[in-house]
């Protein structure tokens, strides 16, 4: 699913988007509001299952997915504003053709997640 970067006003705009993949089916829910120039902000929750494979014993299990995310999206370049502490700090992602990508936001997530050690049932 694409939104317009120009499509996020201040007010939030809900977002509902399921991504079915060959080992995995994520839901993401929340919303998408602008936050200044250029820059929006994602409040979300991702669920779902993955399929992932057991660090130690090599089987494939499935993984429940229930977790928060909270993104900074831009359309611009983004500069970081170092030495600024009273900023909490969030993962940014640059759309900089403006359009936001949910799709490609999930796969993120999803890739991040299974770049983490995971154990199966039997293995724990």
Same mark, same amino acid.
């Given at each position: 699913?694409?939104?317009?970067?120009?499509?996020?006003?201040?007010?939030?705009?809900?977002?509902?988007?399921? $991504?079915?993949?060959?080992?995995?089916?994520?839901?993401?829910?929340?919303?998408?509001?602008?936050?200044?120039?250029?820059? /929006?902000?994602?409040? /979300?929750?991702?669920?779902?299952?993955?399929?992932?494979?057991?660090?130690?014993?090599?089987?494939?299990?499935?993984?429940?997915?229930?977790?928060?995310?909270?993104?900074?999206?831009?359309?611009?370049?983004?500069?970081?504003?170092?030495?600024?502490?009273?900023?909490?700090?969030?993962?940014?992602?640059?759309?900089?053709?403006?359009?936001?990508?949910?799709?490609?936001?999930?796969?993120?997530?999803?890739?991040?997640?299974? $770049?983490?050690?995971?154990?199966?049932?039997?293995?724990?």
């Amino acid at each position: 699913m694409k939104i317009p970067f120009q499509n996020i006003g201040p007010q939030p705009k809900s977002i509902n988007r399921t $991504l079915k993949g060959d080992d995995f089916e994520i839901t993401i829910e929340g919303s998408l509001m602008r936050k200044g120039y250029g820059m /929006a902000h994602l409040d /979300a929750t991702l669920k779902g299952i993955i399929k992932l494979e057991c660090d130690r014993c090599g089987e494939i299990f499935p993984f429940n997915v229930d977790e928060k995310v909270t993104l900074k999206i831009t359309d611009t370049p983004y500069k970081s504003s170092e030495g600024c502490g009273d900023e909490q700090d969030y993962d940014i992602i640059e759309f900089l053709d403006g359009i936001i990508d949910l799709d490609e936001i999930i796969i993120s997530e999803v890739n991040t997640i299974r $770049l983490d050690y995971h154990k199966c049932e039997l293995c724990n």
